[in-house]
């Protein structure tokens, strides 16, 4: 079984930048898709970033080509590089694995396993 343990988040100036890593337990990481989602107060779950077993990703459209998402299957490790940020990327930041499905995902029902959150939030 996976178990995903997310990094703190934090307090981040408009304009500036955050790293996020969520560290997984399990023998099943490297066959495991990636992903991560946000979810801010009043609103529903949504989509940011996922990488597949063979690295490929894709990303939301308000975060593509700010925000970036890598793994490192020897620390079975995931990150979420936040560059430029806006206040509207303030939310809980969830990462989540999809065991078993190697290729990018990117629909919550997708994944399985999910870490506990983290917030960030963006000040002007």
């Known amino acids: 079984q996976v178990q995903l343990v997310e990094s703190e988040g934090g307090l981040v100036p408009a304009g500036g930048s955050l790293r996020l890593s969520c560290a997984a337990s399990?023998?099943?990481?490297?066959?495991?898709?990636m992903g991560w989602f946000r979810q801010a107060p009043g609103r529903e779950r949504k989509f940011v970033a996922a990488i597949s077993a063979s690295n490929r990703t894709y990303y939301g459209d308000s975060v593509n080509g700010r925000f970036t998402i890598s793994r490192d299957n020897a620390k079975n490790t995931v990150y979420l590089q936040m560059n430029l940020m806006k206040s509207e990327d303030t939310a809980v930041y969830y990462c989540a694995a999809a065991p078993g499905t190697p290729y990018v995902v990117v629909s919550p029902a997708h994944f399985e396993v999910w870490g506990q959150g983290t917030q960030v939030t963006v000040f002007s």
């Open positions: 399990g023998r099943t990481f490297r066959r495991a898709a």
